[in-house]
């Protein structure tokens, strides 16, 4: 089993910036490839970007640029830098881990509890 807790997250301007962290624990290995989601009230749960164990990134169309995924093997952990935050990113951002090859789908083997994520425009 891996337990992920998200972090960082809060109430930001429009323009601003975040930086979302998720520390893994339990069963943890740096051949997960890990993933951020997102899920605004209404709407379904939606792919942000994801990260391999060979540091491959793969990004949604919508990131434009503006988001930043990365990890630390040594801390278990996984960052998701966001950048000039508009009223459209505000939602629950989700870490997930899969063993395997990163996927823009929601066949992740664990999920966080998530961390909100408010952009006041």
């Known amino acids: 089993q891996v337990q992920l807790v998200e972090s960082g997250g809060g109430l930001v301007q429009a323009g601003g910036s975040l930086r979302l962290s998720c520390a893994a624990s339990g069963r943890t290995s740096s051949s997960y490839s890990m993933g951020w989601f997102r899920q605004a009230p209404g709407k379904e749960r939606e792919f942000v970007a994801a990260?391999?164990?060979?540091?491959?990134?793969y990004y949604a169309d919508f990131v434009k640029g503006r988001f930043t995924i990365s990890r630390d093997n040594a801390k278990n952990t996984v960052y998701l830098q966001m950048n000039s935050l508009n009223s459209e990113d505000t939602a629950v951002y989700y870490c997930a881990a899969r063993l395997g090859p990163p996927l823009g789908t929601l066949k992740y083997d664990y999920w966080g509890q998530g961390t909100q994520v408010t952009v006041s425009s």
């Open positions: 990260i391999s164990w060979s540091d491959r990134i």
